[in-house]
Structure formats: structure tokens, C-alpha cells
């Protein structure tokens, strides 16, 4: 004979509401100083390019980046012969590289930390938590208003 089917005493994992969510990444771009960290492949020739559009896109909108961050992957030949391997899920970067990042976050007294890659949730709030600041992607800032304030960020005019 079968033994009735119990229910499950244990809790059930607790997900912040949206709006809990909105409020641990929501700050202000205008007027804020940020580290501007990038992120790119050894085969991206153009990333100085890159980081210097995003800095003028920031600076448009009235974010003053005090200090750029690049970490270049499968440069070096140590750094080749790991391209096969995956990189850090948890924070994008490499250990050393956050290390620098919060160390120059600190010297410089910045507000945030923009990521020219696109972050997941896990990596935000991972790396929110490392670097003791809001960590975003640019996408998320220059986002318009309205998808902005529905991602969790203001953009005050």
C-alpha cells in the first residue's frame, strides 16, 4: 500500500518583488561619476573606438567617467590557449581585474560601474556586491526613459 502523498514543508525560495529588485540598481546618470569598464575579445581590433563612443554617449547625458577599464581576452599566450575555456559567468571580469576595478572605484570615489557588455541580473548583483557600488550596462542607460525606469533605472533629465 502507497503512503498518502505529503505536502512539501520546506519554504519555498523567496524572489524579491520587482519593485526590491529596481531599487538595489537605481541611480541617477546625471551628474554621476563612473568607472567605465570594458570588456573584449583579442580579436576586436576597434576597442578603443568603442570605449571612446560610450564615454561621448555618457558625457551626453551628463555621466562624467573618471576612469576606463578595459580587459582584453586571448591576447597574451597564456590568454589563447584559454579562449576554448569559459569566462567568468559570475562576474564578466577576471579575479584581478575586479580587484582593479573596485580599487579605482575607490581612488576616484565613483558613483557607479558601467559595463560596455551587456550583465546579467546574477552578474549585476554579484558585482554590486564586489565593487560596493551599482554595477549596469550601458545598454541599460541608454535605454529611453521609459524602458529605462522599467529596468530599474532613472534617467533625470
Known sequence: MHQPRRRDRRLARRVPSEPAQRRAFRFSAVGADVVLVGYFSAKQKDFET???????????????????IVQRRGVSAGGVRKMGLPY??????????????????????????IFVASLTE????????????????????LLPTDSSLKAGFRNTP
Open 122 to 141: 546574477h552578474q549585476r548583483r554579484t558585482l554590486t556586491g564586489m565593487l560596493g557600488r551599482p554595477a549596469v550596462s550601458l545598454s541599460d542607460i
Open 88 to 113: 567568468s559567468s559570475r562576474t564578466l571580469l577576471s579575479h584581478g581585474k575586479v580587484r582593479e576595478v573596485a580599487q579605482a572605484c575607490d581612488q576616484a570615489n565613483a558613483d557607479a560601474v
Open 50 to 68: 568603442l570605449m571612446a563612443s560610450a564615454a561621448r554617449e555618457l558625457a551626453a547625458r551628463g555621466t562624467r567617467v573618471v576612469v576606463q
